[in-house]
């Protein structure tokens, strides 16, 4: 391979390494703590994240009908990948209740955040546009079907237990959707936006990628990582290794290229959600196995999409 491919797959992937390292170095140093990262959290995803989809969205004027292929594509291989962990699942976890974790921590990426900073570095504002109509869909759908899991695994009952209902309500009111569906009218119909606002829209869109990924360093427990149980293990091989192989190859077949078959590559390469620890702890499950998942996968799909890209940025399909 040259020293071009080479250069390109560490250079998605190396600066957002860094970042996590320094979140790590900052915890360990007290720089920043719990309260830090639960502030930056909350900045990130109610007003700077939305921002930059909102942007990446409004002042991209292609034609909406040019993304509709792949926000189907997108629909369908959630729903298809939920369905196969689902089927897995019993054959894989012995106990009843983790299983729902399993396919959760599968399947539930964490596209919104590392998706969009991967997108970011190897494509632009071009492979952000782009992610922001693939994430659309998932985004809900990865809420939704969570909750369907989950329901179906801890089947014993909780208090807390969200139903139905407050999840569509949460899905709704959810920042990052808010602010892809305000910005698809001005991509739709063409309509600038003022310089002075997507300037100041930039600001605020700069802080995302940067602050999330120095509290996701920052959040990491190794101590929780090294006494994963097998089931982690599993999540983890499905989460960075079998899916994102079946969705590029998925993706390949469906007539993807270029820079859309990348971002496809990109955002299903990502680590389980941390949203899905929340999920999991609210609704009564094994949190330290939701934690663990995460932890691996935050670490793994790193390297294995590095790799990944190299392969595919040899073989001249991205």
């Given at each position: 391979?040259?020293?071009?491919?080479?250069?390109?797959?560490?250079?998605?992937?190396?600066p957002?390494?860094?970042?996590?390292?320094?979140?790590?170095?900052?915890?360990?140093?007290?720089?920043?703590?719990?309260?830090?990262?639960?502030?930056?959290?909350?900045?990130?995803?109610?007003?700077?994240?939305?921002c930059?989809?909102?942007?990446?969205?409004?002042?991209?004027?292609?034609?909406?009908?040019?993304?509709?292929?792949?926000?189907?594509?997108?629909?369908?291989?959630?729903?298809?990948?939920?369905?196969?962990?689902?089927?897995?699942?019993?054959?894989?976890?012995?106990?009843?209740?983790?299983?729902?974790?399993?396919?959760?921590?599968?399947?539930?990426?964490?596209?919104?955040?590392?998706?969009?900073?991967?997108?970011?570095?190897?494509?632009?504002?071009?492979?952000?546009?782009?992610?922001?109509?693939?994430?659309?869909?998932?985004?809900?759908?990865?809420?939704?079907?969570?909750?369907?899991?989950?329901t179906?695994?801890?089947?014993?009952?909780?208090?807390?237990?969200?139903?139905?209902?407050?999840?569509?309500?949460?899905?709704?009111?959810?920042?990052?959707?808010?602010?892809i569906?305000?910005?698809?009218?001005?991509?739709?119909?063409?309509?600038?936006?003022?310089?002075?606002?997507?300037?100041?829209?930039q600001?605020i869109?700069?802080?995302?990628?940067?602050?999330?990924?120095?509290?996701?360093?920052?959040?990491?427990?190794?101590?929780?990582?090294?006494?994963?149980?097998?089931?982690?293990?599993?999540?983890?091989?499905?989460?960075?290794?079998?899916?994102?192989?079946?969705?590029?190859?998925?993706?390949?077949?469906?007539?993807?290229?270029?820079?859309?078959?990348?971002?496809?590559?990109?955002?299903?390469?990502?680590?389980?959600?941390?949203?899905s620890?929340?999920?999991?702890?609210?609704?009564?499950?094994?949190?330290?196995?939701?934690?663990?998942?995460?932890?691996?996968?935050?670490?793994g799909?790193?390297?294995?999409?590095?790799?990944?890209?190299?392969?595919?940025?040899?073989?001249?399909?991205?």
């Open positions: 391979m040259s020293w071009e491919t080479w250069s390109f797959a560490f250079s998605v992937t190396v957002n390494l860094l970042m996590l390292i320094i979140g790590i170095l900052m915890r360990g140093f007290h720089l920043i703590d719990d309260n830090f990262c639960d502030a930056a959290s909350r900045l990130v995803f109610n007003l700077a994240l939305p930059l989809l909102f942007f990446s969205i409004a002042t991209n004027h292609s034609s909406f009908q040019q993304y509709a292929p792949l926000m189907l594509y997108g629909a369908l291989s959630t729903i298809a990948t939920y369905l196969l962990l689902e089927f897995a699942a019993p054959f894989l976890v012995k106990n009843p209740r983790e299983r729902g974790i399993f396919v959760q921590g599968g399947f539930r990426g964490n596209a919104a955040i590392l998706g969009v900073a991967y997108c970011s570095m190897a494509f632009g504002s071009e492979g952000v546009a782009i992610a922001s109509f693939y994430i659309v869909i998932t985004v809900i759908l990865f809420n939704v079907l969570s909750v369907v899991t989950l179906r695994s801890l089947s014993t009952g909780s208090n807390g237990r969200p139903d139905f209902l407050s999840v569509m309500r949460g899905v709704i009111t959810n920042p990052l959707i808010i602010g569906l305000l910005g698809l009218p001005f991509s739709l119909f063409s309509v600038s936006l003022p310089e002075v606002l997507v300037h100041t829209g600001y869109s700069g802080l995302a990628l940067p602050l999330a990924l120095l509290c996701t360093g920052a959040s990491l427990d190794f101590r929780a990582m090294f006494r994963a149980s097998n089931v982690a293990v599993l999540a983890c091989i499905a989460r960075i290794v079998v899916i994102p192989g079946l969705l590029f190859l998925g993706g390949w077949l469906f007539g993807f290229r270029g820079v859309s078959l990348g971002v496809i590559f990109l955002l299903s390469a990502t680590p389980t959600a941390a949203a620890y929340v999920m999991t702890r609210a609704m009564g499950g094994n949190a330290t196995l939701a934690a663990n998942i995460i932890a691996m996968t935050t670490l799909s790193f390297f294995t999409t590095a790799l990944g890209l190299l392969f595919l940025r040899g073989s001249g399909l991205i």
